[in-house]
Nanobody
């Protein structure tokens, strides 16, 4: 099992930025596909962004494209979500997820391991 620990959430005004980090345990992090998802109050969990094992491919939800950037540092077992120009509708708990087979997907069922989540609140 891979343990994932997110950090970096908080309260920010609309138009501001936050950087979320996810640190993974395990020696084979560089083989994992990694994704970020979020769940807003009263809504289902939704895909945000994903990156493949060697950072050659990234994918974003339309709602965050151009504002969020996902990247990873395999030497530090870390995947980061840089969030700029935040909007109140970005308010949610953000989760990091790992696929040990190296796949990336918008579907949460593909991912094997999940972090505990970090709260992001954007005020208007």
């Amino acid at each position: 099992q891979v343990q994932l620990v997110e950090s970096g959430g908080g309260l920010v005004q609309a138009g501001g930025s936050l950087r979320l980090s996810c640190v993974a345990s395990g020696r084979t992090f560089n083989n994992y596909g990694m994704g970020w998802f979020r769940r807003a109050p009263g809504k289902e969990r939704e895909f945000v962004a994903a990156i493949n094992w060697r950072s050659s491919f990234t994918y974003y939800a339309d709602s965050v494209k151009g504002r969020f950037t996902i990247y990873r540092d395999n030497a530090k077992n870390t995947v980061t979500l840089q969030m700029n120009n935040l909007k109140p509708e970005d308010t949610a708990v953000y989760y990091c997820a790992a696929d040990r087979q190296g796949q990336i997907s918008t579907r949460s069922l593909v991912y094997d391991d999940w972090g505990q989540g970090t709260q992001v609140t954007v005020s208007s």
